[in-house]
Structures are given as structure tokens and as C-alpha cells.
């Protein structure tokens, strides 16, 4: 039986709940001290990223081919940036480390989330709600409250890099508000009843006919 959009943007907005999920989920653990489940959390949740990148660009990219890749790639990088920083959690848990180390290591952890989470989710989330604006595949307010949101938590994690915001603090934690409410949103609309009618998948060969089309035209 072939896939419906409706699966798609349905699979699509589980994995968002999924994300938000294993992101909670991973500061918990890894405040409780069970490192090993923290990094299977993020693992979980860099999954999760990828997944509706993928299935969002297969969904919108007829209606916007360079956003809808463009954030598609950004959503990998955010996933790459959650993975690479697991990497020094995994180090904790492998031999014992010196106390400066430790915090180094976990400085680096900390570093991966103000980038991955913040900076790189708030420039494709911008990317994103432009894209659901512009092609009304949702209602108007919540793709405004998706630009919004990304917006507001770039310009959070820009004055954290520069020491002008408290590095994860009441005011950081205020500003990411917006987008998270915009992430649950979007994630229960998908489910319930995925993305406007008007908006369709591009047919697979699409592009080769396109291009098909055009071969003629410039011999002429």
C-alpha cells in the first residue's frame, strides 16, 4: 500500500513529540548522574531531528524546493552538532577522569546544545515557518509563532555566545517558550490532521521531467 502524506506528516509529528521527549528526558538523566542514558536519550533525539527533516522536505519541498532543503540539511546538522556532543558524556563513562577534565569535558556537552539546540534549531525554525507561511500549509498564526520563536531563541543563544544572556537561565529559558509552544503545536496539527490539502508531496519525477522539458528549449 503506498504512503499518504497523512503517514508522513503523521510519523512526522510523533517524531517531534519524540524530541521533546528524549530532550527532557536527556537533562533529567544527565542531571541525576546516569550519563549512559543520557547519551542514549540524544541519540534518540538526533534521530528524531533527522526524521523530520527528511519527512518534512518530502512533504514541502514542491511547495518551497530550496527552504524546504534547506532545512532539511540544517535539521542534519543540528542532529550532527546533538551527536558530537555526546561524544565527550561517552568519555565520562569510560575512564576516570581528572576533576578539570570532567568539567571540560562537560563545558564541551554544554557548548554542543547552545549551538545545535539554539543557534542552529532558531535559523531552521525561521527557515521552516516562512516556508508554512508562504505555502499555508497551517494556519497563518502558528507558522508566525514558528518564525517568531526561532527568532527570538536566536538572538537568546547569540547574546549567551557573547556573554550578554546568562548561559542557561531564567531569561534563556523564557525565550525558548515561543518555539517550543510553536514544536507541540505543529506536532499535534500533523497528527490530527497532517498539512493543508493545497499542499502536496512533488511528484517523484518531477524533476526529470522538468528537465525533460527544458532539454528542448535550449537547443532552441
Known amino acids: 500500500m503506498p504512503t499518504t502524506p497523512l503517514t508522513y506528516a503523521r510519523t512526522a509529528g510523533a517524531l517531534y513529540l519524540v524530541t ?13 548522574g546516569a550519563i549512559a542514558l543520557g547519551v542514549a536519550l540524544e541519540f534518540t533525539l538526533a534521530l528524531g531531528c533527522l526524521g523530520t527533516g527528511i519527512l518534512l522536505w518530502v512533504l514541502l519541498h514542491g511547495a ?22 555526546t561524544l565527550p558524556m ?22 554542543a546544545f547552545l549551538v545545535g539546540q539554539g543557534l542552529v534549531i ?34 537568546s543563544d547569540l547574546g549567551q555566545l557573547f ?13 525558548a517558550l515561543p518555539i517550543f509552544a510553536f514544536e507541540i503545536w505543529f506536532a499535534v496539527l500533523l497528527l490530527i490532521r497532517g498539512l493543508s490539502s493545497a ?15 527544458a532539454a528542448p528549449s535550449a537547443a532552441s
Not at 20 to 32: D, F, R
Not at 70 to 80: G, I, K, Q, S, Y
Not at 126 to 148: C, D, H, K, Q, Y
Open 199 to 213: 499542499v502536496r508531496p512533488a511528484p517523484a519525477g518531477a524533476a526529470t521531467a522538468a528537465a525533460s522539458d
Open 122 to 155: 532558531g535559523v531552521n525554525t525561521i527557515v521552516l515557518g516562512s516556508l508554512l507561511f508562504t505555502s499555508r500549509a497551517v494556519p497563518r498564526p502558528l507558522a508566525v509563532l514558528g518564525m517568531a520563536g526561532g527568532a527570538l531563541v536566536l538572538l
Open 20 to 32: 521533546h521527549v528524549t530532550s527532557i528526558a536527556a537533562v533529567a538523566a544527565y542531571g541525576a
Open 64 to 85: 518551497g524546493p530550496a527552504r524546504a532543503a534547506t532545512f532539511a540539511t540544517l535539521r542534519a546538522v543540528e542532529a550532527a552538532v546533538i551527536l558530537a556532543g
Open 163 to 175: 556573554g550578554v544572556v546568562p548561559l542557561n537561565g531564567p531569561v534563556a529559558a523564557a525565550c
Open 90 to 111: 561517552v568519555a565520562l563513562t569510560l575512564a576516570p577522569l581528572s576533576p578539570d577534565a570532567t568539567t571540560s569535558f562537560t563545558a564541551a556537552h554544554t557548548a
